[in-house]
């Protein structure tokens, strides 16, 4: 496999998990943090390898704690202004926000029947 041809599924991995949505905080965190980990590692080694050169591990792991750093920050603060929309949301009587899916076509409800009606 070339390292083009690497490089782009890497891209397309990190572009798919960075389009998935989180619901509570810890997994807002977990995500935000894997994907930071993930860009601050192949950032690291992209910039070294586009020099000629090769990195160490030393700085492959510098690379990754500040990417992990910098994406716990942003999930945080991501999660907390989402949050806070879908709470002013709810004072308008939203039912259904962005990412949220449509009640499924397969579902169909029963009808309501009032007592002695058939």
């Known amino acids: ?3 083009k041809n690497r490089n782009f ?3 397309c991995f990190l572009v798919a998990a960075g389009l998935t949505g989180c619901s509570t905080m810890d997994q807002s965190l ?3 943090s894997g994907l930071g980990f993930a860009v601050g ?3 690291t080694v992209g910039g070294y390898s586009a020099g000629g050169r090769s990195p160490s591990l ?7 704690g500040i990417g992990a750093a910098v ?3 942003t999930s945080y ?3 907390q202004s989402v949050a806070d929309d879908r709470k002013s949301c709810e004072a308008e009587q939203v039912e259904m926000h962005f990412g949220d899916l449509p009640p499924s076509p397969f579902i169909v409800p029963k ?3 009032k007592k002695g009606s058939r």
């Open 77 to 79: 603060f991501t999660h």
């Open 58 to 64: 030393e700085t492959v792991a510098i690379g990754a």
């Open 41 to 43: 590692t192949a950032a």
């Open 111 to 113: 009808p309501q029947t």
């Open 1 to 3: 496999m070339t390292s």
């Open 71 to 73: 994406g716990l920050v």
């Open 30 to 32: 977990e995500l935000g």
């Open 9 to 11: 599924r890497f891209a």
